[in-house]
């Protein structure tokens, strides 16, 4: 089953829609499986987070379809979208989006009190998650305090305290060291193989990508190609890093 269908998506800022022209998306068709693992990887510009941000519904495709757990979400309205978002979603976006006047903690927990689940242990879980992380002891103070790593692992935290379905994450260990880098993404693998979460996560790090599953490799706001990751032993690694060569561009500058 699909848990995630995108078809012919495009997408121009601004301007006027042209065919065959430099929009920043042009023309995406993908398709993602209920309990994938998928990174997303391509060169800086070539159009990562604003794919993300369309399938995430916090930006609005030119033309194309999106379906999610069978759901259009291009007909959403903007409070259907949010109420979806939250029951189904968790996402790591690449500027974090923490709010400044809350501490992490506060940031953290803020989706269970939206959600109105607030009652069982929330101390617990935001515990379990930060001190997985290592930011339980920063975590009252605030996003402004505190390292670009230290708020990025707060984000992720915020995003999985819910326990999503699924997990959509831009550049996730982009601010993190190699140790917390690995811890991040054993999270990611252990969610994907015990609660079947389904993860899409873009990155630049070949090491990070190759804990997944599936690469999708896009350039110019184009799927370019895709690899998946075979049963028993192979250097799924190297052949990522192969991709990258073959397609080009700042990909491994970053
Ligand atoms: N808000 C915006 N308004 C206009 N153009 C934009 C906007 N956001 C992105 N773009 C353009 O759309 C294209 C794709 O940008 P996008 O941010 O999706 O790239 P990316 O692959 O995520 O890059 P990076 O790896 O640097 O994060 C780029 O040419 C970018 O300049
Ligand atoms: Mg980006």
């Not at 290592?134 to 605030?142: C, D, F, G, P, V």
């Not at 997990?167 to 252990?190: C, H, I, R, W």
Request: charged residues 30%; glycine residues 8%; contains cysteine.
């Amino acid at each position: 089953m699909y848990v995630l269908q995108a078809e012919n998506v495009t997408k121009v800022y601004g301007g006027r829609l042209e065919v065959n022209s430099n929009n920043a998306l042009n023309g995406i068709s993908l398709n993602i499986e209920d309990g994938e693992f998928t990174a997303i990887m391509g060169p800086s510009g070539s159009g990562k987070t604003t794919l993300l941000n369309i399938l995430s519904g916090i930006d609005e495709a030119t033309r194309g379809k999106i379906k999610i757990m069978g759901k259009d979400i291009t007909k959403f309205t903007r409070d259907e979208m949010a109420i979806f978002r939250r029951e189904n979603l968790g996402i790591i976006s690449q500027d974090f989006n923490l709010l400044d006047d809350l501490t992490l903690e506060e940031n953290a927990v803020l989706p269970l009190f939206i959600k109105d689940d607030s009652s069982e242990n929330v101390k617990d879980r935001v515990e379990e998650l930060f001190k997985f992380f290592n930011i339980w002891e920063q975590r009252n103070k605030y996003p402004h305090n505190v390292s670009g790593g230290q708020q990025q692992r707060a984000a992720a935290c915020r995003a999985l305290i819910t326990n999503p379905k699924i997990v959509m994450a831009d550049e996730p260990t982009g601010n993190l060291d190699s140790k917390a880098s690995t811890k991040f993404m054993k999270y990611m693998q252990m969610i994907n193989e015990n609660r079947n979460s389904t993860i899409i996560m873009v990155t630049h790090d070949s090491y990070a990508a190759s804990f997944c599953k599936r690469v999708l490799f896009i350039k110019d706001g184009k799927m370019y190609t895709e690899i998946r990751k075979k049963e028993g032993k192979e250097d799924f690694f190297n052949r990522i890093l192969d991709c990258l060569a073959i397609i080009g561009g700042e990909v491994d500058e970053v």
